[in-house]
């Protein structure tokens, strides 16, 4: 006998019945296709619009007269003793050139260096400060920018090289603008810093090149103590300052110093870099150092070249480095090292090159 008997009642085998517990997971499914095309559709949207900004900042960079390099296009840099940080290798992109060249390269990587041209502004800093993947910017063509530019650049935090050399416009002022960009490793500024700008850079502790110009009288012992926590630093070049021995013991925990170049100092005894014992490269030119002050070189026993250009050096000051083995060359010339000194030392260091 039928379960239902007359009446209207349907089957228990009806379609109905039987597939009621699919229609919520068809549901489910639908909801979830359209969820995924949703978050599909918002990255690409993303993608594009940080395509679209990355492009507008090349252009500017390229009206300029500058140039940008893509990631795709490099391969890691390294530090290099004797040649300082070694120029990039071209790579090559994972996607076809005729993909690239028909919908531009801001699609297919993110800029890491920008170099920029004679024509760059401030405004040009504006586009270049939207390069939140930038790690390298030479500004050293730009030479009309000015501090104020700087300020596009507090946002980029992964920058590592900095180069604002050759730029009248930018002083040490502008430093307070770098003074959060905790990842740079390279920073170059050749207009006048003084004292009360070095503090702007006390945080960068990750910094391996500093190039400095006090401009004769902008850095003291007083602001080269703000450098003292930036023991990373393998290269320091400080131009036209009134550092003294006395200023050098803010250098003297930095063991990872290879080279280091104080150019018309008031320097008057090495004594602070005895600790220094990695250093390869010194030069003290245009400074008020004497053979007692030459002394305590004895002790940096890596020292491969030796600069002491424009110094107070006679022959006895070349007695500190007849223990020197690894020494390959000394310049001696402006100071009273003489003809019949140099010739006595060679003979005693015949590896060792003297120029005087």
């Known amino acids: 006998m039928d379960r239902f008997q007359g009446g209207t009642g349907e ?45 507008d900042a090349t252009a500017a ?14 391969t890691p840099v390294n530090y290099v003793y004797g040649h300082g940080f070694q120029p990039r290798v071209a790579g090559k992109s994972i996607w076809p050139k005729w993909l690239i060249d028909r ?13 920029l041209g004679s024509q760059a502004t401030n405004a040009t800093m504006s586009h270049v400060g939207r390069l939140s993947q930038l790690e390298e910017l030479d500004a050293t063509g730009g030479s009309k920018l000015t501090n104020a530019g700087l300020v596009h650049l507090q946002s980029l935090t992964r920058l590592r090289m900095v180069d604002l050399s050759l730029l009248p416009g930018v002083t040490g002022k502008g430093l307070i603008h770098l003074a959060e960009l905790t990842s740079l490793e390279r920073l170059n500024l050749s207009s006048p810093v003084a004292d009360a700008d070095l503090v702007n850079l ?10 400095l110009n006090g401009g004769g009288n902008g850095i003291t012992d007083e602001g ?14 400080l131009r036209n300052s009134q550092v003294t021995g006395t200023g050098l013991t803010a250098l003297q925990g930095m063991i990872a110093m290879a080279d280091l170049k104080l150019i018309n100092s008031h320097l008057e005894t090495l004594e602070p870099l005895q600790r220094m ?45 007849l223990d020197l083995r690894g020494l390959r060359e000394v310049d001696a010339r402006g100071t009273g090292v003489t003809i019949m000194g140099s010739a006595t030392f060679q003979q005693s260091n015949p590896k060792t090159s003297i120029f005087r």
Request: hydrophobic share 40%; glycine share 8%.
């Open 202 to 211: 006390s945080r960068l502790t990750n910094l391996r090149l500093l190039r």
């Open 11 to 55: 089957s228990s085998d009806s379609p109905e019945r039987r597939f009621w517990w699919r229609w919520p997971r068809a549901r489910f499914r639908v909801r979830a296709l359209m969820t995924l095309i949703l978050l599909l559709g918002g990255c690409l949207g993303w993608l594009a619009n940080r395509a679209n900004v990355q492009r």
């Open 224 to 237: 080269l103590a703000n450098l003292k926590g930036l023991t990373e630093l393998r290269e320091l070049i």
């Open 61 to 74: 960079i390229r009206q300029s007269g500058g140039t940008v390099v893509y990631d795709w296009q490099l």
């Open 277 to 321: 014992t990695g250093l390869k490269s010194l030069w003290i030119h245009r400074s008020p150092l004497d053979d007692r002050g030459l002394k305590h070189v004895e002790n940096l026993k890596s020292l491969q070249y030796l600069s002491l250009e424009d110094t107070r050096i006679t022959d006895d000051g070349l007695k500190s480095l």
């Open 103 to 115: 919908l531009g390269p801001d699609y297919f990587g993110s800029v890491k260096q920008a170099s």
